[in-house]
């Protein structure tokens, strides 16, 4: 994906586009908070921008034209984006980062993670398009650990990216830090994943300089908190090639966005089978010559089978986004 439009956008946002448009100059935002923007400049100087109008449309990762207005600065425009990782729920939307390379969901061994959650990221993933990459924490804990690596046996299954982690301690070198490493290098990442699973440690970890940089920010957008009640971008190398955006913790991944008769097309196991169903429409729930439901563990055996968990998860996605449109 390196090579992709994306990765040239990514670029141009790092400082190596044109550096104005006219008097109009370039950025990437770098975080927000409420309709305060900060920007990153091509030389690598960040300052506050405010959207024009009364709502502000950009997130980080998007890259703008922006005016300077005395210290601070007006966004002009938001580029076009190549994607936009967002949840929506009845009340709202809430848009994460934009211009992704990959979602690294990461969760751990202790407390228990819901696959439920797991399963809305990586539908909101792939409906944008980005690869998903998945990090178990806390490998230290034997049994534990040893069970939960087990729960997510259906996703290696799958082809998803699975890597195993242990961020207790500081060996680099039985960390599982250098596989992940190779993952990020080069591409702008966000990391997602509820609270308690060692999320600020990993950033912190390949970001030395990220609870300064914290600080500073939160300063400068006067929150008068930390951001991590925000996205914040972080570059992990100087020369500005590999970013990683951390986010808040959640408790909820709405999917109102997704249509429930696409659902089954953004699950890969799921979608391997859809061109065996008798019928065209086929819900895969009840069908007679479903070549989904026929290939669910249990009623059939052999390769490609979909694990009964994941079955059940479809199963509440479909009928919760069947309720919302009223089918």
């Avoid at 950009?58 to 967002?86: C, H, K, Q």
């Avoid at 600080?215 to 996205?231: C, D, F, V, Y």
């Avoid at 509440?316 to 986004?321: N, P």
Wanted: glycine share 8%; hydrophobic share 35%.
């Amino acid at each position: 994906m390196n090579h992709s439009p994306h990765s040239r956008s990514r670029a141009d946002a790092a400082g190596r586009a044109p550096e104005s448009e006219g008097s109009i100059d370039i950025g990437l935002v770098v975080a927000a908070h409420g309709r305060h923007c900060l920007v990153e400049s091509p030389d690598g100087q960040r300052r506050i921008c405010h959207p024009r109008g009364k709502k502000s449309q950009a997130v980080v990762g998007d890259r703008v034209r922006w005016m300077p207005t005395g210290d601070e600065g007006s966004i002009e425009r938001v580029e076009p984006r190549i994607n936009l990782f967002y949840r929506q729920d009845e009340l709202r939307t809430k848009s994460f980062a934009a211009n992704l390379d990959q979602v690294l969901v990461l969760l751990a061994a202790e407390p228990e993670f819901s696959e439920s959650q797991l399963a809305r990221a990586l539908v909101a993933a792939e409906a944008e398009g980005i690869a998903p990459l998945i990090v178990l924490n806390k490998a230290d804990l034997g049994p534990l650990f040893e069970r939960a690596w087990e729960r997510l046996a259906p996703y290696r299954a799958m082809g998803l990216a699975v890597l195993p982690l242990r961020l207790k301690g500081d060996d680099d070198a039985t960390s599982g830090l250098s596989p992940l490493m190779q993952r990020l290098e080069g591409k702008t990442t966000l990391v997602l994943g509820p609270s308690g699973v060692g999320k600020s440690t990993l950033v912190n970890r390949l970001v030395p300089q990220a609870q300064a940089q914290t600080g500073e920010i939160s300063r400068a957008l006067n929150s008068g908190k930390h951001t991590t009640t925000s996205t914040t971008w972080y570059w992990v190398d100087t020369a500005r090639t590999t970013a990683l955006i951390d986010s808040p913790g959640f408790q909820e991944f709405g999917l109102n966005h997704i249509e429930a008769t696409r659902l089954a097309s953004l699950m890969p196991d799921l979608r391997a089978a859809l061109g065996a169903c008798r019928f065209y429409n086929c819900t895969h729930l009840h069908e007679p010559g479903c070549g989904v439901r026929a290939k669910v563990q249990g009623e059939s055996t052999g390769d490609n089978t979909i694990a009964p968990n994941r079955y059940r998860i479809y199963g509440d996605l479909f009928a919760e986004l069947s309720a919302k449109r009223g089918y």
